[in-house]
T-cell receptor, first 108, second 116 residues
Framework: EDQVTQSPEALRLQEGESSSLNCSYT??????LFWYRQDPGKGPEFLFT???AGEEKEKERLKATLTKKESFLHITAPKPEDSATYLC?????????FGAGTQVVVTP | DAGVTQSPTHLIKTRGQHVTLRCSPI?????VSWYQQVLGQGPQFIFQ???????GRGNFPDRFSARQFPNYSSELNVNALLLGDSALYLC???????????????FGNGTRLTVT
């Protein structure tokens, strides 16, 4: 069975203080690794899909990278509006196995 | 463009009752998936439907059932509610089909179910 572990559970950053979130996964065959952002009381919002080791994708202050065993979400010079829970998931065909998420709080 | 819409947004039920949750996918999306999210955890897969057929089922009891209609909207039904069924129920849609098996899921904002 696919397994996804995210660390740390929570992260508190000062505005402008860059950091990285980790997503370790165990799958029988990687079909896709997905990053989502979730705000309180909302559904997850899609950020990135990564398919193969070495792949990188960027969006504003976020950059996702993928190796054979883990993925990182780098947050560069974060702003308070980047505060959210970041979820990592593996799978395909509408069936995703999610990690528990990393709650990020960015203070001014 | 309208995203995934779910109704109702909040619901309070008593143990033993039955509940029906509804979902309308993004226009053009033919696949709908349901997830349960307990506070502090990631979403857990319940069902996937594509072209009105069940294409996947997670590790949930038979009290949980779902269906997809010809217009691709979907319902999730839960019978004999337990206190442990209290959660945020998320619906997600995607294009579906072999050519888009990795197309990302787009989630609605969920139905918050409280069982007392």
């Amino acid at each position: 069975e696919d397994q996804v572990t995210q660390s740390p559970e929570a992260l508190r950053l000062q505005e402008g203080e860059s950091s990285s979130l980790n997503c370790s996964y165990t799958v029988s065959g990687l079909r896709g690794l997905f990053w989502y952002r979730q705000d309180p009381g909302k559904g997850p919002e899609f950020l990135f899909t990564l398919y193969s080791a070495g792949e990188e994708k960027e969006k504003e202050r976020l950059k996702a990278t993928l190796t054979k065993k883990e993925s990182f979400l780098h947050i560069t010079a974060p702003k308070p509006e980047d505060s959210a829970t970041y979820l990592c998931a593996v799978g395909s065909w509408g069936k995703l196995q999610f990690g528990a998420g990393t709650q990020v709080v960015v203070t001014p | 463009d309208a995203g995934v819409t779910q109704s109702p947004t909040h619901l309070i039920k008593t143990r033993g009752q039955h509940v029906t949750l509804r979902c309308s996918p993004i226009s053009g999306h033919k696949s709908v998936s349901w997830y349960q999210q307990v506070l502090g955890q990631g979403p857990q897969f319940i069902f996937q439907y594509y072209e009105k057929e069940e294409r996947g089922r997670g590790n949930f009891p038979d009290r949980f059932s779902a269906r997809q209609f010809p217009n691709y909207s979907s319902e999730l039904n839960v019978n004999a509610l337990l206190l442990g069924d209290s959660a945020l129920y998320l619906c997600a849609s995607s294009l579906g089909g072999q050519a888009s098996y990795n197309s990302p899921l787009h989630f609605g904002n969920g139905t918050r179910l409280t069982v007392t």
